[in-house]
């Protein structure tokens, strides 16, 4: 795949005026994500513009719920027909499961492609200090990221979101086509921010990642079309 296809940019912005500026600005991003700021916002409105642009999409919702609940939400989601869907995997695995299903179920029926349903393993801003003395959770970071992909897969679902850091173990244990998709990742000249455990480009995408999650360093650069740029080119040595 090229490298730009594995870059997804989110559009965290507030409204759909800031979002079509910055799709605007990023003409060769052929994959956008539209996260809770901005469906929040605007609604499916925004996903029906980036159809008619021929951009893939990736809703991420990060649905953490009831099974019953976690299934209609799906049942509604499937609708959209998009590329690719989040839910925690916290939520358990029969809410996995019921999700999984009822996305499968709707999707068939109205005649859409169901999208790929991930789910997160563990936020890339937490730390190992907060996982274990604000989660309570007596595991290390990357045996409970890995325990809650295999989870995931166990369910049926076609991935998980992980941090970079984890991402080589997770690539090692699960099947090859567990999709596997990185947020905080950072090129070498960004700032990290408040991504606790990331890696460049480059590196996720050799330890075994199949997208990477890029947003605030291209989006937030004083020239995001530039600042894209020189993030494909970091890229391309490992995977053009
Ligand atoms: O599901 C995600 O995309 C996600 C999961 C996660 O664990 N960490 C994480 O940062 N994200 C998203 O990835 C994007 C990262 O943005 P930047 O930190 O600006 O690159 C944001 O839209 C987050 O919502």
Known sequence: MNANKRIIVPLDVSDEESAIALINKLEQVTFFKVGLELFTSTGPK?????????????LDLKFHDIPNTVAGACRSAARYGVDLLT???????????????AL??????????????IAITLLTSI????????????LELPEYALAMALMAQETGLDGAVCSPQEVAQLRQTCKDDFLLVCPGVRPTWADKGDQKRSL?????????????????????????????????????????
């Not at 730390?127 to 007596?138: C, Y």
């Open 87 to 101: 839910i925690h995997a916290t939520s358990g695995t029969d809410a996995l499961k019921a999700a999984s299903s």
């Open 46 to 58: 925004i996903l029906d513009l980036l159809k008619s642009r021929q951009k893939r999409i990736f």
């Open 127 to 138: 730390s190992s200090r907060q996982l274990a003395f604000d989660l309570k959770i007596p």
């Open 200 to 240: 460049t480009p480059k590196q996720a995408i050799a330890s075994g990642a199949d997208y990477l999650v890029i947003g605030r360093p291209i989006t937030a650069a004083a020239d995001p079309q530039l600042a894209w740029q020189r993030t494909c080119e970091e890229l391309i040595t490992v995977s053009g």
């Open 104 to 117: 499968q179920e709707e999707a068939a029926k109205v005649g859409v492609n169901p999208p790929k349903l």
